[in-house]
């Protein structure tokens, strides 16, 4: 079956920390990944996706993602936080075969990041 | 210039009523979807069309019926609300495989 697991449930960090935030996944054949943030009370934005060549992605407001396959991994990474990176984080994967496009989402990881 | 839009924003109810869910994107993209994200913030899949046809239908109760009158629109109609029918409700539309588009959301909550 196909999941996407994200093992971090809360993070806190003060402004200016580094973070790094897991990702894995588990699908029968080749995939797309996605970052997506949800800022409180808001809808989902894309921050970075990976469909195929390099495989460190960089994506909007600072946020870069790499794509190693041998740990079905698709880490996010920021070199420095910032108290409004405070929000929600999804991994999602997607199948590039079949007929079927959903998007399997992480169970999230809650960023907050103190002033 | 809203992208991807849902109304209403918020939905409360009681239990044994019906209600929609409408969704409309100005993207022309040519496939949409419904998302249930629950109290744990989980995100999963509801269904999918893709020119106006049903391609995704995951195990989601039948009281549970969208409706794509156009490759733009779809709703989801619900009928005889559940007390575990609260949750956010995202709407989302790509082209073919590539990015999707959420919408607000739609917060509903069954009393």
């Known amino acids: ?115 | 210039d809203t992208a991807v839009s849902q109304t209403p924003k918020y939905l409360v109810t009681q239990m044994g009523n019906d209600k929609s869910i409408k969704c409309e994107q100005n993207l022309g993209h040519d496939t949409m979807y419904w998302y249930k994200q629950d109290s744990k913030k989980f995100l999963k899949i509801m269904f999918s069309y893709n020119n106006k046809e049903l391609i995704i239908n995951e195990t989601v109760p039948n009281r549970f019926s969208p409706k794509s009158p156009d490759k733009a629109h779809l709703n989801l109609h619900i009928n005889s609300l559940e007390l575990g029918d609260s949750a956010v409700y995202f709407c989302a539309s790509s082209r073919d495989v590539e990015t999707q588009y959420f919408g607000p959301g739609t917060r509903l909550l069954v009393l």
């Open chain 1, 1 to 115: 079956a196909q999941s996407v697991s994200q093992h971090n449930h809360h993070v806190i960090l003060s402004e200016a920390a580094s973070l790094e935030l897991g990702c894995n996944y588990s699908y029968g054949g080749t995939v797309n990944l996605f970052w997506y943030v949800q800022y409180p009370g808001q809808h989902l934005q894309l921050l970075l996706k990976y469909f195929s060549g390099d495989p460190l992605v960089k994506g909007i407001k600072g946020f870069e993602a790499e794509f190693i396959k041998s740990k079905f991994s698709f880490n996010l990474r920021k070199p420095s936080v910032q108290w409004s990176d405070t929000a929600e984080y999804f991994c999602a994967a997607q199948s590039r075969s079949g007929s079927a496009r959903q998007l399997t989402f992480g169970s999230g990881t809650q960023l907050t990041v103190l002033p």
